[in-house]
């Protein structure tokens, strides 16, 4: 005869099967904290990461447009320690110019018919002349320039008026005695760095000498004539200067016989734009 057993549970095992299951389930809560916890740590990671190259991209920007401020100081007050050797020189610039005047060709009223009835004809050939200058700069504020000029040339080109000898010369002398720009600023201004100018208020003054031996066919009747004209020179920009003068001028004339007229003094003023 066969007797079938069956195992019937005790207390112990229920309390030894529930002990795995917790263990099991305690076992796959770990690994899935952990897991969860190296993730969110890769995250923070990640995050760290971009900041700090963010903050480098940041500081290297800044870095390198500094480097790019610093070579334009650089050069800036490179350009700008030049100008004070270029402009603070004896050695002159040299100037020579030639010219030819001319008028307008055909036939006017002859001045010799005081009826005004005949006409003659006109002189288009005006003359020639040549100027040579010489600009000295000893100072970057000071400035002295001198010329002289010879013009063999007619005082218009009316009928029967002569070619005539002119000859004149003149200097003129200007200072800056206040400047707007600081010397320890000058490489900060564009207008210096570029071609030297300063700006601020100057004074000077010229002086002109002219001579003609063509009597009653010099321009203006005048054989001779004498100036000087003081100045004040207000300098803001290289396009906005302005010069506020006073020439005194004094001048021989004689009429249309070449006979001498009583000496004449003038005194004027006027502003000009430089």
């Known amino acids: 005869m066969l007797v079938a057993l069956a195992t019937v549970p005790t207390p112990d095992s229920d309390d030894a099967r529930k002990k ?3 263990s099991a389930r305690l076992s796959a809560l770990n690994v899935f904290q952990a897991a969860r916890k190296k993730h969110l740590l890769s995250k923070a990671d990640l995050a760290q990461t971009e900041e700090e190259l963010e903050k480098a991209r940041k500081e290297s920007t800044a870095r390198v447009a500094a480097a790019v401020l610093a070579t334009a ?3 800036n007050r ?3 320690a030049q100008w004070p050797t270029l402009n603070g020189t004896w050695i ?4 020579l110019t030639g010219f030819i005047d001319t008028y307008p060709a055909g036939e006017g009223p002859d001045p010799k018919d005081t009826t005004g009835q005949t006409s003659a004809d006109l002189e288009p050939f005006g003359g020639v002349g040549v100027e040579g200058s010489l600009s000295f700069h000893p100072h970057e504020r000071i400035g002295l320039d001198l010329y002289i000029s010879y013009m063999k040339a007619r005082s218009s080109g009316l009928p029967h008026t002569k070619l005539a000898n002119n000859v004149g010369g003149g200097a003129t002398f200007s200072a800056l005695f206040f400047s707007f720009l600081d010397d320890s600023e000058k490489y900060k201004s564009p207008d210096y760095v570029k071609a030297g100018f300063l700006p601020g ?12 031996d063509g009597r009653e066919q010099c321009a203006k ?23 506020i003068s006073v020439p005194i ?18 005194i004027a003023g006027q502003i000009a734009s430089l």
């Open 20 to 22: 795995e299951i917790d």
């Open 73 to 75: 100081d650089c050069e």
């Open 78 to 80: 490179r350009l700008a």
């Open 92 to 95: 002159p610039s040299v100037g």
């Open 201 to 212: 208020l100057g004074l000077g003054a010229s002086a002109q000498i002219v001579y003609c």
């Open 221 to 243: 009747e005048r054989p001779d004539q004498r100036s000087v004209t003081p100045f004040f020179d207000v300098r803001v920009k290289p396009a906005l200067q302005f010069r």
């Open 249 to 266: 001028t004094s001048y021989t004339s004689v009429d249309k016989t070449g006979t001498d007229i009583q000496p004449t003094l003038s």
